[in-house]
């Protein structure tokens, strides 16, 4: 049964940094693209960040490509997102979310991988609060 597991969240102070983990289980990253997305209380939701499973390219939100950075270890199935200099807007629930590739004929993502009608399979979500 395929499933993503969110870890990483919790309380910070602005400025600190928080690495979130998205671990895969009953699928193989490699033909998956895996995206980040974050809901914040009575926003939309908003697609911040993905990456290819197969060839490790990346996609950035513009809100946040000079803070976050994705990565993955595949021999781990797992998906990270780190973010550095946490700010309170950065406050919501962060989900990931995985994108068949081979299903899209796709290798490398793009700005698109944050606007598919739908998903493969989510996560439960992790909160992230940034407070002082």
């Known amino acids: 049964q395929a499933q993503l597991v969110e870890s990483g969240g919790g309380l910070v102070r602005p400025g600190e940094s928080l690495r979130l983990s998205c671990a895969i289980s009953g699928f193989y990253l490699d033909y998956y693209a895996i995206v980040w997305f974050r809901q914040a209380p009575g926003k939309e939701r908003e697609g911040v960040s993905c990456?290819?499973?197969?060839?490790?390219?990346?996609y950035y939100a513009d809100s946040v490509k000079d803070r976050f950075t994705i990565s993955s270890d595949n021999a781990k199935n797992t998906v990270y997102l780190q973010i550095h200099n946490l700010e309170p807007a950065d406050t919501a629930v962060y989900y990931c979310a995985a994108d068949d590739l081979i299903e899209r004929s796709m290798v490398t993502v793009d700005a698109s991988c944050v606007a598919r009608r739908s998903y493969d399979y989510w996560g439960q979500g992790t909160q992230v609060t940034v407070s002082s």
């Open positions: 990456i290819s499973g197969s060839d490790g390219s990346t």
